[in-house]
């Protein structure tokens, strides 16, 4: 079974840019969250979508959006980037949203962002 | 929302000894918590986990721990190997969002 993929696995842009990076869950999973990671803040959420709806959203402004198509593949983007934004977005899957039911997290390699 | 704290930030083992892992979470609706180790340049990847209504799990060289009244679990690796070299995340679940501590890095030194 094919794991997590994410792409593209690196991206350089530059501030006030905006960028959508794609996420294909391990098959049969219906639930994606978005996660980023930086050596400062360690995995902080993003949001968590669930049959094409956003079920969570964490701390981030309104520049960070995602959505989630109906073949459970899911994007997120981010708008006016600024230098902050330069991190490794991570996707994770899971078969039931909300780690419920013995559903944990799967995560891809990520997507390595860099803002100049 | 939950905030979950974790210790240390760094450790540094013998290979053959045992590392112990702290985490602290602030909502007691907080029911699951998975533990995930990341190496140099990939992915999380879960290693163990437990719900509240689990007070120890065990799985080889690797058992977790939580105290619910105290809101804090451990993770224990004895009889470490220079493989076990990572970092190492704690997670909270509440109310579906999952939130991690900021993570131990994990040196065995032979």
């Known amino acids: 079974k094919a794991g997590v993929t994410q792409t593209p696995r690196y991206l350089i842009k530059t501030r006030g840019q905006q960028v959508t990076l794609s996420c294909s869950p391990i098959s049969g999973h219906r639930s994606v969250s978005w996660y980023q990671q930086t050596p400062g803040q360690g995995l902080q959420f993003l949001f968590e979508?669930?049959?094409?709806?956003?079920?969570n959203k964490g701390n981030f402004p309104g520049r960070f959006s995602g959505r989630q198509f109906s073949n459970s593949r899911s994007e997120m983007n981010v708008s006016t980037l600024e230098l902050g934004d330069s991190a490794l977005y991570l996707c994770?899957?899971?078969?039931?949203?909300?780690?419920?039911?013995?559903?944990?997290?799967?995560f891809g390699n990520g997507t390595r962002l860099t803002v100049t | 929302g939950e905030n979950v704290e974790q210790h240390p930030s760094t450790l540094s083992v013998q290979e053959g000894d045992s590392a112990v892992i702290k985490c602290t979470y602030s909502?007691?609706?907080?029911?699951?918590f998975p533990w995930y180790k990341q190496e140099l340049g990939k992915r999380p990847q879960l290693i163990i986990d437990?719900?509240?209504?689990?007070g120890e799990k065990k799985d080889q060289r690797i058992a977790v721990t939580l105290n619910k009244t105290a809101k804090h679990f451990s993770l224990h690796i004895t009889e470490t190997q220079p493989e076990d070299s990572a970092v190492y995340f704690c997670a909270a679940s509440s109310w579906g969002k999952l939130q991690f501590g900021a993570g131990t890095q994990v040196v065995v030194t032979p």
């Open positions: 994770a899957s899971s078969f039931y949203p909300g780690t419920a039911n013995n559903s944990p997290l799967h």
């Open positions: 979508y669930f049959s094409e709806t956003q079920r």
């Open positions: 909502d007691s609706a907080s029911n699951y």
């Open positions: 437990i719900r509240s209504n689990v």
